[in-house]
């Protein structure tokens, strides 16, 4: 399964553009990148996912370089609603089943 | 969207007792699902996979006479936990995935609280 690697940590300001880049450099051939929002006492809620090249959807934009080894997911304009950490994990969609193995996350803090 | 439930979603006991923890997936069907723990401050980690009609798949490290996963249909798993004691408090959360449906994600319940006196 392959590790992420992502900062422990970010602080911004609302209305701020956040950029949070992970690593995975033993991404295999088939996995799909997913990032998910954690609040605290929440489970993860699902941000978004890609497998190549640029994904955008109503709440944040994911871009993948070509090789892969490394994906950046980018939140618009935040608010203070968006303090949460932000995990990014790698593995087979769904229909392929599979298990997800979470890394450490990023924690962003929103100040006003 | 797809939806995973977890019931309840705070449990306060004494040691000693058993804890049982429902997740179900409300608009579609899930032949696996996963448990996850979590403590605070730290990331999920991951304890077992759950196979309808089939054993539970668990991670190393993680008893299977401690935490008895039970996915008798293909909308519902759950994770008993046996004999609580404090040590065994923690957020626990699972999820699931519409494996009908080409490349969804996996979807998460929103967790479980679990409290040993």
């Known amino acids: 399964l392959a590790k992420t690697t992502q900062p422990i940590s970010m602080d911004s300001y609302e209305g701020q553009e956040v950029n949070i880049t992970c690593s995975h450099n033993?991404?295999?051939?088939?996995?799909?990148i997913t990032w998910y929002q954690q609040f605290p006492s929440q489970g993860p809620r699902f941000i978004i996912q890609?497998?190549?090249t640029k994904v955008t959807n109503e709440v944040a934009s994911l871009f993948i370089p070509a090789d892969r080894k490394s994906s950046t997911l980018s939140l618009p304009r935040v608010s203070l609603s968006d303090t949460a950490v932000y995990y990014c994990?790698?593995?087979?969609?769904?229909?392929?089943?599979?298990?997800?193995?979470f890394g450490q996350g990023t924690e962003l803090s929103v100040k006003p | 969207g797809a939806v995973v439930s977890q019931h309840p979603s705070r449990v306060i006991c004494k040691s000693g007792t058993s804890v049982k923890i429902e997740c179900r997936s409300l608009?579609?069907?899930?032949?696996?699902m996963f448990w996850y723990r979590q403590f605070p401050k730290k990331s999920l980690m991951l304890m077992a996979t759950?196979?309808?009609?089939?054993?539970?798949?668990?991670e190393q490290g993680v008893e299977k006479d401690k935490f008895l996963i039970n996915h008798a249909s293909l909308t519902l798993s759950t994770l008993t936990v046996t004999s609580a004691h404090p040590e065994d408090s923690s957020f626990y959360i699972c999820?699931?995935?519409?494996?009908?449906?080409?490349?969804?994600?996996?979807?998460f319940g929103d967790g479980t609280r679990l409290s040993i006196l």
């Open positions: 994990l790698v593995g087979l969609p769904g229909n392929q089943g599979g298990k997800l193995i």
């Open positions: 890609g497998y190549k």
């Open positions: 759950s196979n309808e009609g089939s054993k539970a798949t668990y």
């Open positions: 033993n991404i295999a051939t088939n996995d799909y």
């Open positions: 999820s699931a995935r519409d494996q009908g449906t080409l490349n969804q994600p996996q979807h």
């Open positions: 608009d579609f069907q899930a032949t696996t």
